[in-house]
């Protein structure tokens, strides 16, 4: 089992940046793929970025790419999206979401465990 912790969301103007960063619990961090989605009131829990397990290669959504960058430090078993020119259609809850798997999956439904998400809101 895998518990997967967010912190670092709140309000910002338009323009604006945060850094979003997930804590998993456990000593096997590094044997998952990690992702962030997030979900807006009325709409589907929608991918935003996948990292691998050595972190060497990434993979964002189109509507983040240039924008936001996923890290993560294995050994504090923690993952971040620092997102910066943040704009209103950015604001959802954020999930950060841990993949035993091998597939290069972007679906939630291929991802094992989640975190409980944290508000981001992007004022105009």
């Known amino acids: 089992q895998v518990r997967l912790v967010e912190s670092g969301g709140g309000l910002v103007q338009a323009g604006g940046s945060l850094r979003l960063s997930c804590a998993t619990s456990?000593?096997?961090?590094?044997?998952?793929?990690m992702g962030w989605f997030r979900q807006a009131p009325g709409k589907e829990r929608e991918f935003v970025v996948r990292i691998s397990r050595s972190g060497g290669t990434t993979y964002y959504a189109d509507s983040v790419k240039g924008r936001f960058t996923i890290s993560r430090d294995n050994a504090k078993n923690t993952v971040y999206l620092q997102m910066n020119s943040l704009k209103p259609e950015d604001t959802a809850v954020y999930y950060c979401?841990?993949?035993?798997?091998?597939?290069?999956?972007?679906?939630?439904?291929?991802?094992?465990?989640w975190g409980q998400g944290t508000q981001v809101t992007v004022s105009s």
């Open positions: 456990g000593r096997t961090f590094s044997s998952y793929a």
């Open positions: 979401a841990a993949d035993a798997g091998y597939s290069g999956s972007y679906y939630p439904e291929n991802y094992n465990y």
